[in-house]
Nanobody, 124 residues
Framework: QVQLVESGGGSVQTGDSLRLSCVASGRPFSTYVVGWFRQVAGKEREFVAAINWLGTETMYADSVEGRFTISRDNDKSTMALQMSDLKPEDSAVYYC?????????????????WGQGTQVTVSS
């Protein structure tokens, strides 16, 4: 089992930046693909970004490409999502997730471990 805990959410203004962090504990997750998803109440959880186990390959949703950056530090068992130029439509609960396979995917069903989520609210 891998436990994931997110932090860093909050309320910001349009155009601001925010950095989300996720700390993993339990089994080593250094070989897992890790990703970020977000969910608005009443809507499906959607893919935001993913990074491979080496940190050499990333994948982003079109809506955040160029504004968000995903990173990881396997030595510290952490990953982060740097969000810039935030928009009201970025408001959601953000979840970090880990996939035991080494296959990069946007499909949330492939992810085995999930954090509890952290709220991000962007006001105009």
């Amino acid at each position: 089992q891998v436990q994931l805990v997110e932090s860093g959410g909050g309320s910001v203004q349009t155009g601001d930046s925010l950095r989300l962090s996720c700390v993993a504990s339990g089994r080593p997750f250094s070989t897992y693909v890790v990703g970020w998803f977000r969910q608005v109440a009443g809507k499906e959880r959607e893919f935001v970004a993913a990074i491979n186990w080496l940190g050499t390959e990333t994948m982003y949703a079109d809506s955040v490409e160029g504004r968000f950056t995903i990173s990881r530090d396997n030595d510290k068992s952490t990953m982060a999502l740097q969000m810039s130029d935030l928009k009201p439509e970025d408001s959601a609960v953000y979840y970090c997730a880990a996939d035991r396979t080494m296959r990069m995917t946007r499909d949330l069903k492939s992810y085995d471990y999930w954090g509890q989520g952290t709220q991000v609210t962007v006001s105009s």
